[in-house]
């Protein structure tokens, strides 16, 4: 028999999205009042103001690469008590709204997945019903997509895609799972899961469904189904942890045919939960950890992981009676172990208390991020929803989207003679070590695109950093030579390498492609190769003749003098 949490962990998942977004719309809106984003910390998150009507909820965001997020939710029409899709794009440092197809449509989109930064696909339900209302993205503009032959569709409240030509949507108490094949959605038959939580593809032929119905040591439930290309497949549920007496999995993230992620909690009671988190290996799950949270019911609502080192989960907590009191929980995981983030602290106005990223509690201010993505294990962006109390004595609320994001360091140099270092992190800072000096940094710059990596002058004296959007700097006695900062890139840069002299560099992109400036030659690059995985650096060989680069697999690729010794894909 199931325990009265292991009911309300069946529900939760489904009404949350939805839940927020209606209470939304039924709070009293009052003037305006603008997040302040705070300087950058290093390796920690921080708040990005909102440039849109206050008035929506943010409830998916999905980054294919590290400057292009599309981030989905729901808004209220004027003068009106329906909603409109909300969508907003992001550039790696500032948000723009966007033009959704049906802008007067009743209707509000829960999940997103964009595969590309030419393909998204958003999910939700249209607003006075449970039906599946869904947009897709081409690049440029916005459109309702269609079902089969016009079926009915429950709403789908997640959705996981890899291509534009296949994408898995998932949600409701119903365990609807509905598939996507490039033209039209059609729903999908898997009776093995009541109602799905959460949905991940690897590729068209690996997909995880998980449904976040508690099991205990008395009900062993199966939560997982499988999807390869073709038919469902069960998977038996992970044991209980010991010294637990149910566990719940409520979302998920496969890398892999054999490396999924899923996240979620157990406990002995409704008021002592714990984070809980499994590993799925293509046979079998074991338990990663089983943090305590001192004694506080938590409840996970987010996780992506970039690669097989690097996840974010977040969720909120809330400490039993007399409370209860509400705090986020951010984990971060590293292949091997799962570790606590401090929260993130904001002050808003003039005496209006601190906001936390995921609680209702301080000073009747409180924050639910709902959506995580954390593209190329760079940096994280999260989205979500705030009220915030007008004034002390008001009992009113305004509504604000919530998005966060996490930067973090991103490369490192070494200074002449080997006996100091600089690292650099993603929003421009340099910290220098050893016989290192400090000669300036970009994170007092205006950076369109966060820094990804950076590269240092022969004699020391100087460094470039370069961000993803091809713009470099210069300090010290490092030369600026040009860069791709005012040109179309057809893939994010990821590292940059200088020649010998310190006369010139080279930028790579994602794609492989290779850009050379001042004395750097041009040897070829990886751009036509079909790369099976993003290129993520770059190294020259000593004379300048020559240069490496190397895939997120570990697949390397040699141009000019550079041999070829192997790799480790």
């Given amino acids: 028999m199931l325990s009265s949490k292991d009911e309300h962990s069946c529900l939760e998942l489904f009404v949350r999205v939805r839940a927020l977004v209606l209470s939304a719309m039924a709070l009293t809106i009052l003037g305006s009042l603008q997040l302040v984003s705070p300087a950058f910390a290093d390796g920690s998150w921080q708040f990005t103001p909102s440039p849109f009507d206050p008035t929506g909820t943010l409830a998916s965001v ?5 400057v292009f997020c599309v981030a989905v939710g729901g808004g209220e029409i004027q003068n009106s008590q329906t909603v409109s899709p909300l969508i907003e794009e992001y550039n790696g440092s500032q948000w723009s709204d966007t033009l959704s197809g049906i802008e007067s449509q009743d209707a509000t989109l829960f999940g997103i997945s964009c595969s590309s930064i030419d393909f998204c696909m958003a999910v939700g339900a249209h607003g006075s019903e449970s039906t599946l209302f869904s947009e897709s993205f081409n690049g440029s503009t916005w459109a309702v997509v269609s079902t089969a032959n016009g079926k009915v569709i429950p709403e789908l409240t ?3 895609c890899t291509s534009s030509s296949f994408c898995i949507g998932a949600g409701g108490s119903s365990g609807t799972v509905a598939i996507y094949s490039g033209t039209s959605w059609s729903e999908m038959t898997l009776s093995s899961i009541p109602s799905v939580s959460d949905v991940s593809c690897a590729s068209a032929e690996y997909c995880m469904a998980i ?3 508690g099991y205990s040591n008395m009900q062993n439930r199966q939560v997982a189904s499988v999807y390869d290309g073709t038919t469902w497949k ?3 549920s992970p044991d209980i942890p010991q010294g637990e007496a149910w566990a719940s999995l409520t979302n998920v993230s496969c890398i892999s045919p054999t490396y999924c992620i899923g996240v979620g909690d157990a406990g002995v009671s409704y008021l002592d939960s714990t984070f809980f988190s499994e590993k799925y290996d293509g046979v079998s799950w074991s338990t990663i950890s089983n943090l305590s949270n001192n004694g506080s019911d938590v409840q996970v609502l987010g996780l992506d992981c970039s690669t097989i080192t690097y996840c974010e989960a977040i969720g909120v ?10 705090n986020s929980v951010i984990e971060s995981y590293n292949g091997s172990q799962w570790s606590q983030i401090p929260n993130p602290q904001e002050p808003i106005g003039n005496n209006l208390g601190i906001i936390t990223d995921a609680g209702i509690l301080q000073h009747g201010i409180g924050y639910y991020t709902l959506g995580i993505s954390c593209p190329q294990g760079i940096y994280c962006v999260a989205v979500g929803y705030t009220n915030l109390q007008v004034s002390p004595t008001s009992t009113s609320t305004l509504v604000l989207p919530l998005i966060m994001t996490d930067k973090k360091f991103v490369a490192m140099a070494p200074s002449s003679g080997g006996s100091g270092y600089w690292l650099a992190s993603s929003n421009g800072g340099i910290f ?3 016989s290192a000096a400090s000669l300036g940094s970009a994170s007092n710059e205006p950076l369109n695109a966060p820094i990804v990596s950076m590269a240092a002058t022969p004699d020391g004296q100087g460094y470039w950093e370069v961000a993803a959007d091809g713009g470099i700097f210069s300090f010290g006695n490092a030369t600026f030579y040009g860069s791709m900062g005012d040109k179309p890139l057809n893939a994010p840069i990821v590292s940059m390498a200088a020649t010998p002299d310190g006369q010139g560099y080279w930028e790579v992109a994602a794609d492989g492609g290779v850009f050379n400036y001042g004395d750097a030659g041009f040897f070829g690059s990886g751009t036509g190769l079909n790369l099976g ?3 993520v650096g770059m190294a020259a060989t000593p004379d300048g003749q020559g240069y490496w680069e190397i895939a997120a697999d570990g697949g390397v690729f040699n141009y000019g003098d550079a041999g070829f010794y192997g790799s480790a894909t």
């Fill in 158 to 160: 997640e959705v996981s």
């Fill in 62 to 66: 999905s980054c294919p690469t590290i």
């Fill in 234 to 236: 069960t998977i038996v």
């Fill in 533 to 535: 995985a993003p290129a």
């Fill in 317 to 326: 907590t809330s400490s039993p009676p007399p409370g209860p009191q509400y």
């Fill in 432 to 434: 220098d070590f050893g």
């Fill in 211 to 213: 449904d976040d119905v």
